[in-house]
């Protein structure tokens, strides 16, 4: 009864697995030994285990018989009351014909059947280079692999190294990476009831990357060198490789935290160059070696990207003979409204070229008189637009213009109105086109905006001591001359 028991928990726990099927809190514990039974009974691989539960059925005569057989670790099954096996080492299917016969062979016609009804489920350990040693639970159908998940690995397991002891004492190695990668499935066994599993230490660790065909982490054999990362672990180069400039990066035993670079060609690879652990392998692009040239100014951050700064520097690789139209055609998502593409200029070495880039934008045909060439720096200015503010201001100028921003934004930039001349913040405003705008409307490039001057005090404070004076003036003229008169 215990047995079954941990049969039964078992099976429903390692339905998780199956990422198609229903949850385990939707299938009862009849239909997990059921899928469990039906996965053994169409596996030839499937092995006769200590714990499995058969079914036997035929018919003595007239009468029927049904007959429950459950293995042990004798592996001596009894068919009935007719005869004896020795079920070590057998399929299920050897098991099978080798019951069937003898009860034919006894009863004749008798419609003998032998089912598996429940499989068996049993404990593994696995220890070494492990998170944990600890006891899984399996069955006969679960594989090497399947029981070195990433949850039970650490940074230091191999998996060119894992051994497995079966209750016999025998002691076998196996590489798993030749299962995972070219499907030799001698290197990932299906466990048996006893088995210790061992996952011994890596040796060595060496990446590669760049172009080869499988870039990578892999874990090398004793006596494997560049050759065997290069055309073995990562399939060769790739089409666009460039053997020639090969970086090695070397951390263990180096004097610098950053490693020491070594460079490497392809006769390295020829001779069987020695790798160490942590060593990483680039191989470069031919096409790194493309001459570049740089962009800089307004242009796009990304092609969909709208953000714009001055600090922009693109990297661009172009083609030996390419012309700056075709340069500008196709990469008219560097551009925006505010790129002043009229008044861009080229730096070649100590020479500044004016290129106006808009016949080159918008006509395809256009072929400028100017090659791309290795390290030129395109710059593409700023179009700055201004907005003019006068009148009564604290101080009237043109000031850069911002998009959406209100009239009272720029009059703030003027330092405010002045309150002496200004009442009720009166302002005219006028665009480029010379239409007048109200308060409420937006503010467009070039837009004057004027203060008016519209307070009746001002005007009589500035001018009043004037008018005082002038008319003392004239009181006196007069005063004096009617007393000469008299």
């Known amino acids: 009864m215990k047995l079954q028991w941990l049969t039964i928990c078992f099976l429903l726990i390692s339905l998780r697995a199956f990422a198609q099927e229903p949850s385990v809190s939707k299938v009862t514990e009849s239909e997990a030994l059921s899928r469990y039974a039906q ?5 030839p691989d499937y092995r006769v285990t200590a714990g499995d539960i058969y079914t036997l059925e035929y018919a003595a005569g007239t009468v029927p018989v049904i ?29 099978k014909s080798e019951v069937e016969a003898i009860v034919t062979n006894n009863y004749p016609l008798s419609g003998v059947q032998l089912v598996l009804t429940e499989p068996a489920s049993f404990r593994v ?31 230091y397991s191999s998996l060119r190294d894992v051994s497995v002891t079966s209750l016999n004492g025998q002691t076998r190695a196996y590489d798993l990476f030749k299962a995972q990668r070219f499907g030799d499935m001698s290197q990932d066994p299906y466990v048996r009831p006893g088995d210790v599993i061992t996952v011994n230490r890596i040796t060595r660790v060496v990446s590669v990357t760049g172009e080869v065909e499988r870039p990578g982490e892999y874990q090398l054999l004793p006596g494997e060198s560049l050759r065997e990362l290069v055309d073995y672990y990562a399939s060769g180069l790739s089409p666009i490789a460039d053997p020639s400039r090969i970086e090695l990066v070397r951390q263990v035993g180096s004097a610098v935290d950053s490693g020491d670079k070594i460079y490497l060609t392809r006769d390295a690879i020829n001779s069987g160059y020695p790798l160490q652990h942590l060593d990483t392998i680039r191989v470069p692009s031919i096409a790194e070696l493309i001459p570049v040239m740089f962009v800089e100014g307004a242009v796009r951050v990304t092609e969909e990207g ?28 560097w551009f925006s409204a505010i790129s002043d593409t009229k008044n861009a200029y080229l730096i070649r070495g100590a020479e500044r070229i004016p290129l106006n880039l808009n016949p080159m934008l918008y006509d395809s045909s256009y072929r400028s008189q100017y090659l791309v060439e290795h390290n030129d720096t395109l710059i593409i200015p700023f179009r700055q637009y201004f907005v003019t503010v006068s009148g009564a201001v604290y101080s009237p100028g043109r000031f850069p213009y911002i998009p959406d921003r209100s009239w009272d ?51 009589f404070n500035q001018y009043g001591p004037v008018i005082t004076t002038v008319l003392s003036v004239v009181s006196t003229f007069i005063t004096v001359t009617l007393l000469i008169t008299q």
């Open 67 to 95: 007959y429950k057989i459950v293995v042990d670790t004798s592996y001596r099954i009894k068919v009935s009351n007719l005869g004896v096996i020795n079920a070590t080492g057998k399929s299920y299917q050897q098991l």
């Open 409 to 459: 934004y720029y009059i703030g930039l003027a330092g405010g109105f002045l309150p002496e001349r200004n009442t009720r913040e009166k302002v005219d405003i006028v665009d480029l086109a010379g239409k007048k705008l109200t308060k409420k409307d937006i503010i467009t490039p070039e837009t004057n905006i004027t203060a008016r001057a519209n307070s009746g005090l001002y005007y």
């Open 306 to 333: 709208d953000e714009l700064t001055t600090a922009t520097r693109l990297t661009i690789r172009f083609n030996a003979g390419e012309n700056y139209a075709s340069l500008v055609q196709r990469n008219q998502a």
């Open 39 to 43: 996965l053994a009974l169409s596996s």
């Open 125 to 155: 350990r696995i220890s070494g280079e492990v998170q944990n040693s600890r006891e899984i639970a399996t069955w006969a159908l679960a594989r090497l692999s399947g029981l070195l998940g990433a949850e039970n690995l650490t940074s």
